[in-house]
Nanobody
Framework: QVQLVESGGALVQAGGSLRLSCAAS????????MAWFRQAPGKEREFVAG???????????DYTDSVKDRFTISRDNAKNTVYLQMNFLNPEDTAVYYC???????????????????WGQGTQVTVSS
């Protein structure tokens, strides 16, 4: 069993930055695909960013268009933690951000909510204008 705990959410002004963390316990996530999703009030949960595992030094990453060049996903396998660095935040980024993990996702399916087995409880990000 894998437990995921997100942290780092806060109230921030537009143009500001935050770094979210997702700490895992129960199993090492070295070979898991990890992702961040978000859900705004009244909207469906949507993919934000994902990173797959790699036996080498390069992880494949993917971002939804609205966060490209602003958000960066990274992982520290030694700490069993995934991060989401968010820069140039705007009010449209306001949402609950969820961390997700799965051991068997192909890169082509990295954006699919239904593919992920493990989820955290979420952390609130609020961006004021």
């Amino acid at each position: 069993q894998v437990q995921l705990v997100e942290s780092g959410g806060a109230l921030v002004q537009a143009g500001g930055s935050l770094r979210l963390s997702c700490a895992a316990s129960g199993r090492t996530l070295r070979s898991f695909t990890m992702a961040w999703f978000r859900q705004a009030p009244g909207k469906e949960r949507e993919f934000v960013a994902g990173i797959n595992w790699s036996a080498g030094t390069t992880n494949y990453v993917d971002y939804t268009d609205s966060v490209k060049d602003r958000f960066t996903i990274s992982r520290d396998n030694a700490k069993n933690t995934v991060y989401l660095q968010m820069n140039f935040l705007n009010p449209e980024d306001t949402a609950v951000y969820y961390c997700a993990a799965d051991p068997a996702i192909l890169y082509a399916a990295i954006r699919r909510t239904s593919e992920y087995v493990y989820w955290g409880q979420g952390t609130q990000v609020t961006v004021s204008s």
